[in-house]
C-alpha cells in the first residue's frame, strides 16, 4: 500500500476479515465471508500454485500465528489472466475458523444494489502490499511488503471514470463488468504489489443496519499508486450469485427453483 500523504498501520481488531496469503516469495490478501470460505483473486492463484493462510493477524511475522487447513480453491471459469476479467477466486477450508474478536466474517453485498454501492462514497482498501522502499541485495533489488496490515480509504468511482482513466493506455480494452474501480487523480496514492486479492469493504446499509460489506476484490494497477491512475478492483456485487453458487449451492439450487 502506498500514501504519498498518509500511510496508516490497522490495529488488532480493526479488519478481522483480512486474510494473509503466501504464495512462495509473493503474498496475496483474502476476505474471510463465511467461516470456512475465504474471497480472494483468481491472478493470486492462477497456475496451481502452493500457498499459506493465516487469519487474525495485522503483523505478517506474527509468531503466534496459525496456518489455516486449505480444502480446495475455486477460480472463476472465465478468468483471464490477460486482462484479469473475472479475477475472483475461493478457497475452502477444511473447518470453520473460530470466529472471535480477531476473526470475523465481512458481509457479501446486496447485487441489486449495485451501482449505489460502487460509485457512491468511499471505500477502504486494506493490505501487505510493498510501499515503493527498495531493499538492494545480491541479485539486484525487490519491493518490500509492509511488515504491518495497511489500511487506506479511497473516493469510489463511476464506470465511465474508470473507462476514461485507461484512454491511452495499453490497458484500455480491460475493463468491462466484471470490474470496478476507485482511487484519487493527482495524488500517489493506492494499493500496490501484494495488496492483490484483498478486501475492499464499504460501510454500507444492509436492512435496518450498516455492515462492512466487502464490495471489491483487489485486482490490479497501472504501474504502482500513480498521480493519474486509478485502481481495478473485482466487482464483487457482480459475483454474488457465482460466489453462493459455489459456497451453498443447495440454497442456491432452492432460490433458482422458487
Request: hydrophobic share 35%.
Amino acid at each position: 500500500m502506498k500514501d504519498s500523504v498518509q500511510d496508516t498501520p490497522a490495529e488488532l481488531g480493526d479488519w478481522p476479515w483480512q486474510i494473509y496469503i503466501e504464495i512462495g516469495n509473493t503474498i496475496c490478501g483474502g476476505t474471510l465471508i463465511e467461516a470456512n470460505w475465504i474471497l480472494t483473486a483468481a491472478s493470486c492463484l492462477h497456475g496451481n500454485v502452493t500457498f499459506e493462510a493465516y487469519a487474525g493477524i495485522v503483523n505478517r511475522f506474527d509468531w503466534s500465528r496459525k496456518k489455516l487447513q486449505v480444502n480446495q480453491t475455486i477460480l472463476h471459469p472465465d478468468y483471464d489472466d490477460d486482462t484479469k476479467s473475472h479475477d475472483i477466486a475461493l478457497i475452502q477450508l477444511r473447518k470453520p475458523v473460530k470466529l472471535s474478536f480477531l476473526i470475523r466474517k465481512a458481509c457479501l453485498p446486496d447485487p441489486a444494489k449495485e451501482n449505489r454501492l460502487l460509485t457512491v462514497g468511499a471505500a477502504v482498501v486494506t493490505g501487505w502490499g510493498h510501499n515503493g522502499v527498495v531493499e538492494a541485495n545480491e541479485t539486484g533489488s525487490n519491493l518490500i511488503p509492509e511488515r504491518y496490515l495497511q489500511e487506506l480509504t479511497l473516493q469510489l468511482r463511476r464506470r465511465d471514470e474508470c473507462e476514461t482513466s485507461l484512454v491511452g493506455n495499453d490497458e484500455e480494452d480491460w475493463f468491462d463488468e466484471t470490474m470496478t474501480c476507485a482511487g484519487y487523480l493527482g495524488r500517489e496514492v493506492g494499493p500496490c504489489s501484494g495488496d492483490s486479492g484483498g478486501p475492499l469493504v464499504k460501510y454500507a446499509k444492509r436492512g435496518d443496519t450498516r455492515r462492512w460489506t466487502v464490495i471489491g476484490v483487489t485486482s490490479w494497477t497501472i504501474g504502482c499508486a500513480l498521480q493519474n491512475e486509478l485502481d481495478f478492483f473485482a466487482n464483487v456485487p457482480h459475483f454474488v450469485p457465482w460466489i453462493n453458487e459455489n459456497i451453498n449451492p443447495e440454497a442456491a439450487r432452492l432460490r433458482r427453483n422458487t
